[in-house]
């Protein structure tokens, strides 16, 4: 989501990640990586940028990142505490259909696998599923 105000030339880039819980900080980094020389594009063109990776848990676990987010955007108190729920639950309820519908012909497909026993199926790292 990219959020900008002409009036001020300010821009925030805002990305939503969905990691393993373990891999939360790691996702974190990579997306700020990924982003930087966007930042520093709009920067030298006179706008105050900022990117704000967000980082939930596949299974509902908030990174520190969507507390800052929030805050950032001026939801706090009860309200933070409300986004903060309901956005968890949509990632989880999210990655949990993303699971059951994994063996789908045509989820893979999409992700360009084949069927067969000799082909990677979507799990863990290192769980060999």
């Known amino acids: 989501m ?3 105000s002409e009036s001020s030339k300010q821009v925030v880039l805002l990305e939503l990640t969905i990691p393993w819980e373990d891999r939360i900080e790691v996702a974190y980094e990579r997306k700020k990586a990924k982003y930087l020389e966007l930042v ?3 920067r030298l063109n006179g706008w105050r940028a900022r990117c704000e990776p967000i980082e939930v848990g596949c299974r509902g ?3 520190q ?3 800052r987010a929030l805050r950032l955007l001026g939801i706090r108190g009860a309200q933070e505490r409300k986004a903060t729920k309901n956005i968890c639950e949509a990632a ?6 993303l699971w059951i519908k ?3 012909k045509w989820f893979c497909a999409l ?3 084949k069927s067969g026993s000799d082909q ?3 799990g863990r790292p290192g769980e060999g599923v």
């Open 2 to 4: 990219v959020l900008t």
């Open 40 to 42: 520093e594009d709009c």
């Open 61 to 63: 676990f908030p990174g």
């Open 65 to 67: 990142s969507l507390h």
């Open 92 to 97: 989880e309820k999210a990655s949990r259909w």
């Open 102 to 104: 994994k063996g789908d």
């Open 111 to 113: 992700l360009g696998h």
């Open 120 to 122: 990677p199926r979507l």
